[in-house]
């Protein structure tokens, strides 16, 4: 079978539809700067009320992404929501890290954010976070002020 | 008025009973063209014709309507956020509708029109003309050297022109959303980037194209195969292509969209 024109026009189409695809991913997508769940250690936590929180929010410390929500569950005993977080191994954080529910922004998506502690131990695989905050949800925060305004005015 | 009424279940019953005779004969057709596409491999320059007929001579149109798309998505995309002042989040938008959306299903609606319906009307005409029979006659097996190879080349063109059209709708995007209106560059590829991501939007993007690929190439073949060997009936296989194939990929892109982007 002799080469003709049209091998190499099909073989341009198939480069290009490949190099489509690469572009799509790399440039578009984050495929370069993915989070890759590869290397994690999962760390537990417990909060009250998480909000608007999503499987897959990004979970930062000092604003720099350091995991990610890998599930989100309801504790059937505490009536608490169980998190689970997966944190890159390259990063380690003391026993007393805190971890509360915050938003991107005015309407952004919510994240959990880290603080470190100052305790001499790291936490490891399968460990529970001790200190947490929930999610501010806006209408209990609203409900506070306007009862607080209320009382205001009754003793004035 | 009884007769009327016999004879109108009548015609309802037998419509059910072709319409599932032809269903079946369909599946039987697919899984002979599946299981003989071996045979169409081993002499893969048929395939690769066939992905130059249907995948190469299909990207102008393509290419333009993806720019076009992409330059629409930008315009209308702005006019609605800037009044939320978030003209910024213009290229996650027009990133996210072209890959998961527009990108698959525009391409492959394009494609069931100018690939889709050619393959059928090649078919059908070889059918009519009874080249198929003369291969029988000839000891050559017309589903693995006519059928096959356009089942393949259809299957293999889609998800690189649907990804070409996405990748070229991003651009056009970019062209009108920043280079025109003047949004700007670094937070429209940045917050493009930061909600794209690759296994969620990209991957699953080309899986729907791929599907819609199949289905395609499928409904193609079949109908060219199956259309009765008269000028009338090869014109109605083409037509029913067309409107089988779209009807065929705005079901399976509900389908496919309810479980890859739901309840994340």
């Known amino acids: 079978m002799n080469r003709t024109i049209m091998d190499l026009w099909v073989g341009i189409f198939v480069v290009a539809g490949l190099a489509a695809i690469l572009v799509l991913a790399l440039r578009v997508g984050n495929a370069s700067s993915t989070f890759e769940v590869s290397d994690t250690y999962t760390i537990y936590g417990d909060f009250e009320n998480i909000g608007g929180l999503k499987v897959r929010a990004p979970v930062k410390s000092a604003g720099v992404v350091v995991g990610r929500v890998a599930s989100i569950r309801l504790n059937a005993e505490t009536y608490k929501a169980r998190v689970t977080l997966a944190v890159d191994r390259r990063y380690e954080f003391p026993t007393d890290t805190s971890a509360s529910i915050l938003t991107a922004g005015l309407l952004g998506e919510q994240y959990i954010g880290l603080e470190s502690g100052a305790d001499e131990e790291n936490l490891r695989n399968g460990s529970v976070l001790r200190i947490t905050q929930s999610a501010i949800v806006l209408e209990k925060l609203i409900s506070q002020f306007l009862y607080n305004k209320a009382a205001e005015g009754s003793i004035e | ?264």
Not at chain 2, 12 to 38: H, K, M
Not at chain 2, 93 to 120: N, Y
Not at chain 2, 125 to 139: F, N
């Open chain 2, 1 to 264: 008025m009884f007769d009327a009424l016999l004879a109108g279940l009548r015609h309802i019953g037998r419509s059910v009973i072709d319409g599932s005779w032809r269903l079946g004969y369909a599946t039987r057709f697919l899984w002979l063209v599946l299981i003989r596409s071996g045979l169409s491999f081993s002499r893969f320059g048929l395939v690769i014709r066939k992905v130059y007929f249907s995948g190469v001579l299909s990207l102008i149109i393509i290419l333009v309507s993806g720019l076009f798309v992409g330059m629409v998505l930008g315009l209308q995309g702005y006019e609605t956020l800037v009044r939320y002042g978030s003209a910024e989040a213009l290229g996650t938008l027009v990133a996210l509708s072209l890959v998961r959306e527009l990108g698959p299903v525009v391409s492959a609606l394009l494609f069931a029109s100018r690939a889709g319906s050619a393959i059928t009307a090649e078919i059908g005409l070889m059918k009519a003309t009874e080249q198929l029979s003369a291969m029988e006659v000839m000891a050559v097996d017309p589903l693995a050297r006519v059928v096959g190879p356009h089942f393949w080349g259809a299957a293999i063109s889609l998800p690189l022109l649907a990804a070409m059209f996405s990748a070229v709708g991003v651009f056009g995007g970019y062209l009108i959303g920043v280079v025109l209106i003047g949004v700007d560059a670094g937070a429209f590829w940045s917050q493009m980037q930061a909600a794209v991501d690759f296994r969620h939007d990209i991957l699953n993007g080309v899986i729907k194209s791929v599907v819609f690929g199949f289905a395609v190439a499928a409904i193609a073949t079949f109908e060219g195969y199956d259309a009765p060997p008269t000028a009338e009936g090869v014109s109605g296989a083409t037509t029913r292509t067309v409107v089988t194939s779209a009807l065929a990929i705005l079901a399976l892109d509900f389908v496919l969209t309810s479980f890859m982007f739901t309840g994340q």
